[in-house]
């Protein structure tokens, strides 16, 4: 009777333990939020992979209309790569700052990758307003099709992306966001800077290849 | 004081009583020197890709672009997404994924190139 108050007494304590740090404890001794985080980007990498691949299969497929590699602006394009490549060592700052405590100075650095990635958004946004005035719908042919649904698909991750980002500076500035909640940054961040390196890949494979 | 700062000064407060996970703790001795270091040869790397659309490399171009696109891929997941000084645990993760998708999708190519 003694052992079970005693086991029931031990339970209750580690239960409030993990509700009061706000993770449960797990056997490899990292966070279930931070493993599943990248158990999803892993796979990430098939969806991207298969869009990418669809890509490379019909670049050069077209009935009618131009192909996108014919309408590529690549000083532009170069400008908006450099800005998200840059928006990661914002975000990367970030975290640095919420690990180290200074909360202020985190915020306005994921207020500042929020505006990177906004003005990437916006590059996108207008590349695509040029490309359809030049001819090049959604429906033109097929490599209109894949290009658009890659690069498409990128940039609703980024615009995913652009929400957490407020979501945390909102979090911060209301004070629910402390110092404890640093690995709650890194997450976010894993998201972003995973979004960084498939554009990587995408301006690699599919501008700057021809 | 603003509401914010009093919040944050009192976060600040009880964070020095709570134990810090080792990923975090593997992070915070990293400085943001590092961090800017690491940008600007991403920067360079950018540069040089660029550079190489308009600068005729003859039957390198392809080999150079994507062994520059390789290494800012590893620079970037290395450093920013910390798989450096994380857990083997993440890496084996992610690459798990990453190299089913390259298998698979190399696969699917090769099979519309030489069987389509």
């Keep these: 009777m003694a052992d079970t108050a005693t086991h029931d007494v031990t339970l209750g304590e ?16 990292y966070t279930n939020e931070k493993l599943g985080m990248w158990v999803f980007l892993g796979s990430e990498c098939l969806l991207f992979g ?37 928006s990661s060592l914002t975000m990367v700052l970030a975290v640095s ?15 500042g990758t929020a505006l990177l990635g906004a003005t990437f958004i916006a ?8 490309f359809v005035k030049e001819g090049m719908g959604y429906t033109t042919n097929l490599a209109a099709s894949a290009f658009y649904t890659l690069t498409g698909f990128h940039g609703v991750h980024v615009t995913v992306g652009i929400i957490m980002l407020a979501s945390l500076v909102a979090l911060s500035a209301s004070g629910r966001l402390g110092q404890d909640r640093a690995e709650t940054v890194e997450i976010v961040g894993l998201y972003w800077h995973f979004v960084d390196v498939v554009w990587i890949l995408i301006f690699t494979i599919v501008y700057l290849i021809t | 004081m603003s509401v914010t700062d009093r919040n944050d000064a009192e976060v600040g407060a009880t964070d020095e ?3 810090t996970p080792p990923d975090i703790e593997a992070i915070s001795h990293v400085s ?18 660029v550079a190489t659309y308009y600068i005729d490399t003859g039957p ?5 672009l994507i062994a ?23 890496t084996r993760t992610f690459v798990a994924g990453l190299a089913m998708a390259v298998v698979v999708y190399i696969a699917v190519l090769s099979m519309f190139e030489f069987w389509a």
């Design chain 1, 14 to 29: 580690a239960f409030a333990a993990e509700v009061g740090s706000g993770h449960h404890a797990t056997n490899t001794g």
């Design chain 1, 50 to 86: 298969g869009l990418i691949t669809t890509y490379l299969l019909y670049q050069d497929r077209a009935v009618e209309g131009p192909l996108p590699k014919d309408l590529y602006d690549i000083p532009f394009t170069s400008v908006s790569s450099f800005v998200l490549l840059m």
């Design chain 1, 97 to 111: 700052s919420q690990v180290q405590g200074d909360l202020r100075r985190a915020r306005t650095w994921l207020v």
């Design chain 1, 123 to 130: 590059g996108q946004v207008y590349e695509f307003t040029s």
């Design chain 2, 17 to 19: 009583e709570s134990e």
């Design chain 2, 32 to 49: 943001d020197w590092k961090y800017i270091q690491i940008a600007i040869i991403l920067a360079v790397i950018t540069a040089a890709e």
């Design chain 2, 60 to 64: 390198l171009e392809v080999p150079l």
């Design chain 2, 68 to 90: 520059m696109m390789i290494a800012k891929f590893v620079l970037v997941i290395m450093w920013f997404m910390h798989l450096k000084f994380d857990s083997p645990l993440f």
